[in-house]
């Protein structure tokens, strides 16, 4: 998905009216916020690459690196990935299986359920967390040391960010 927004199309004085607080398009405001969420979560992806080629850890690509984070210590199913947040891609069954067979993750069958599968870190994985959690440290220090975003701005992006999110989520349960 590779949103070219409305204001891009206009001359650039067009653009920053309509995009100026209070302006008419709403369409430009919103189509800006989705093409900006896209590459901001590209950007990260670079971000992760990036730091991983100069820790020399090159077997595993970013996607796998913050499920990794993202899963932590918990123990979860495959099918908890997704509604839990921790994956938002739609190839997760290739990505656990490279993870299991390069040593990231355990997997087990439940106990209860066969067809269900429990995965949690290894020690390797518990690494590799550890790599994108301290990653994720020093951006958010240099971010707060360097003014760029601080803990009022912070909150006030999540807090659209969230309402965005339940939004969407209405939307697709029909719930107006």
């Not at 123990?75 to 299986?97: D, F, I, M, P």
């Not at 301290?134 to 960010?161: C, I, K, M, N, P």
Request: aromatic letters at 6%.
């Amino acid at each position: 998905m590779n949103l070219q927004s409305p204001a891009a199309l206009r001359p650039a004085s067009q653009s920053a009216a309509a995009a100026a607080p209070g302006g008419d398009d709403a369409v430009a405001r919103y189509t800006d916020t989705l093409s900006l969420v896209e590459r901001l979560h590209r950007l990260l992806l670079d971000v992760i690459k990036d730091e991983f080629e100069r820790l020399g850890l090159l077997d595993v690509n970013p996607v796998q690196a913050l499920l990794l984070f993202n899963i932590g210590d918990n123990e979860v199913t495959a099918g908890e990935l997704k509604t839990r947040g921790y994956y938002q891609g739609s190839n997760v069954s290739y990505n656990l299986k490279k993870l299991v067979e390069a040593g990231y993750m355990h997997h087990q069958r439940c106990e209860v359920d066969r067809r269900a599968v429990r995965i949690r870190l290894t020690e390797k994985g518990r690494q590799i967390r550890a790599a994108v959690a301290a990653l994720f440290e020093r951006h958010a220090g240099e971010l707060s040391e360097r003014s760029l975003l601080g803990a009022q701005d912070a909150a006030l992006v999540t807090d659209g960010l969230r309402r965005i999110e339940r939004f969407w989520t209405e939307q697709i349960r029909y719930i107006y």
